[in-house]
Structure formats: structure tokens, C-alpha cells
């Protein structure tokens, strides 16, 4: 178990804990009509969530769940190292002072009294989330920090859903059937994939917003890394940039998953690629699925950077 890691770990190992000693019905609260893990996401503490200030040289990443969140992540932290040129004694003490102010990993995680902790967090903060624009706290928007929108396309992300939910006894397990059915009305941890997407397009033509995909980090990602690193203001080597590929590979970060993330990890890394949902979508479903894009996407910015007839269609 990796020392920096340990205050992250414990918190995961506990939410795998006690999400197994919940029944099916208690395993979800709601706040805002949103669904949400009640072991890692309290009604409080998303609440007190707009007393937190963000600052103009926060990164904040968001992501709909099972859309390379942790990849992302890994992928901005080793880019803030390398761009700062942090020295061993510098790291060494940001991470002791994450662990004694033990600041969950993601922003909706834990108790409603790490907003006033991580404003002892030295910047630049990078911070991860779930969570859709509304309920983000205003200063995230009024003081410009840079946010970057994870999108994938839906079909993976839907078929990476559900193998995850049943995997993870933080969720209730479902069907393949009943899983589907609730994702595409929303009534999944984090709310409606389809909502996550539209509210952020609202937001993608400000300055302070790009969107990134996992298709495109996937496919070409010393492009996607160099793009990601011009809007943070990074200066990045050619080598920097593939010494954080080789780091962030889907293979690499399977293996280390435990290091990283503990038994959380052994749960969290599946296959990784794309096109996984030609496995468990139904004729009717993909049918569905087609038409619920069309009536809520096609036409937005973020629904045509998805590319959906490429990687949608069989």
C-alpha cells in the first residue's frame, strides 16, 4: 500500500465496507431529486458544498461516472508535477498535508467539514468530481477556475456502469435489464448521463471550459495531452508528455491499481476499450439509446465532440 495514498484507500476500503452491510434500499440517498451512494455522499455535506471557494488557478475535472475519471486525474496530477517542477521535499509535503487534512478523492466525497480544510490545500489545487454545473459551488464559475468536462460515449458508458455497480457493493445490484432502464431515466448514482452532458454544454463556449473525450485521449493521446496541457498553461516537454502516456496506460494503471486505490482498485480497472457495449445491448435497446440522443444531444457542441455515429453504431 502506497503511503501517499493511505487516507484514500482506508476511505475507500470503509465506503466497501459498509455498503455491504446495507440492504438494496439503503444503499442511495437523493439530494435534488439526484440519486447519490449514501456511504460516500451525504445529503450534508453536498449542501455545504457552496460554501466552498474555488480559486482562479483550481483544475477542476468532472466526469459522469465510468467516463476515465481516475484516469483523468492521474493524468492531471502527473502533468502539475512535471509542469511546476515540484522538488521531492515539495511533494513529499503536499501529500502529508492531503493525508492530515484527509481530503477525499473526490469533491462530493466525505463530511461536510473538508470544504473549510482544503483551504489550507497550497495551490494548484487540482479537484475531481461527479457532479453537474448546478451543483457545483457559483465560485467555480465567478472566480474562472479552469474546468475540464469528461464525456464519453454513451453506450460504453453504460455497459462500464452497470459491470461496475454490480462489482461495487456501494450500489444496489441490478439486471443487465433493470440496470439499463434505470440509466436512461436517470435513476443511477449521480442522476441522468443525458443531463450531465446537456447542462454542461450550456458552459462549453466559456473561456474557463473544455471538454475532453475518452475516444480522443484513448486514440491519440500525446494530441489530447499537449491540447490539455496549452488550456492549464503548462509547458511540457515531448518526453514529459509520453513518460505521463507510459504512466497512464490502461495496463499500467491495472497493475497499480491496488497501490493506487487498494481493493477499490482490483474493482475499478475492467478492459478499457471501446466498443464494449456490442456485448450487452439488445436490438431494441440500441435502438433506444439512439433515440434518446437524438432528442437530447444531437445538436449540442458536446453531443457532435462524442461522435456518436462512429462510436455508436454497429
Not at 502506497?2 to 455498503?19: Q, T, V, W
Not at 486514440?219 to 516537454?237: C, D, H, Q, V
Request: charged letters at 30%; aromatic letters at 12%.
Amino acid at each position: 500500500m502506497a503511503k501517499d495514498r493511505k487516507h484514500i484507500i482506508e476511505f475507500l476500503d470503509m465506503m466497501l465496507i459498509n455498503g455491504s452491510k446495507l440492504s438494496a434500499e439503503e444503499k442511495l440517498c437523493s439530494y435534488k431529486g439526484v440519486l447519490y451512494p449514501v456511504t460516500i455522499c451525504r445529503p450534508e455535506t453536498l449542501q455545504a458544498l457552496e460554501t466552498f471557494e474555488a480559486r482562479e488557478d483550481d483544475v477542476i475535472m468532472t466526469g459522469y461516472p465510468k467516463c476515465g475519471t481516475h484516469w483523468l486525474e492521474y493524468i492531471l496530477n502527473d502533468m502539475s508535477v512535471m509542469a511546476v517542477k515540484y522538488t521531492e521535499v515539495e511533494k513529499k509535503k503536499r501529500i502529508k498535508l492531503e493525508r492530515e487534512l484527509e481530503i477525499t478523492s473526490r469533491l462530493e466525497f466525505g463530511d461536510p467539514g473538508k470544504f473549510k480544510r482544503m483551504e489550507n490545500l497550497p495551490s494548484r489545487r487540482i479537484i475531481i468530481t461527479h457532479l453537474t454545473p448546478n451543483i457545483l459551488p457559483k465560485s467555480a464559475f465567478k472566480n474562472k477556475a479552469k474546468i475540464l468536462v469528461l464525456i464519453r460515449n454513451p453506450k460504453d458508458t453504460l455497459a462500464s456502469f452497470f459491470h461496475f455497480n454490480n462489482k461495487v457493493p456501494t450500489f444496489p445490484t441490478k439486471t443487465w435489464d433493470e440496470f439499463f432502464t434505470d440509466f436512461m431515466s436517470g435513476k443511477v448514482s449521480w442522476g441522468s448521463y443525458f443531463d450531465f452532458v446537456k447542462e454542461w454544454d450550456k458552459y462549453i463556449d466559456d473561456e474557463n471550459v473544455t471538454s475532453v473525450t475518452y475516444e480522443e485521449l484513448k486514440e491519440n493521446p500525446n494530441l489530447e495531452m499537449k491540447r490539455i496541457a496549452t488550456f492549464l498553461g503548462y509547458s511540457l516537454t515531448e518526453d514529459e508528455i509520453q513518460n505521463i502516456i507510459e504512466k497512464s496506460s490502461f495496463k499500467t494503471m491495472k497493475q497499480n491499481g491496488q497501490e493506487i486505490l487498494g481493493t477499490f482498485g482490483d474493482l475499478l480497472f475492467r478492459k478499457g476499450f471501446v466498443g464494449d457495449w456490442k456485448m450487452l445491448l439488445s436490438e431494441s435497446q440500441n435502438q433506444e439509446m439512439d433515440r434518446k440522443f437524438e432528442e437530447h444531444l444531437t445538436g449540442t457542441k458536446l453531443g457532435e465532440r462524442i461522435k456518436y455515429d462512429i462510436y455508436c453504431k454497429t
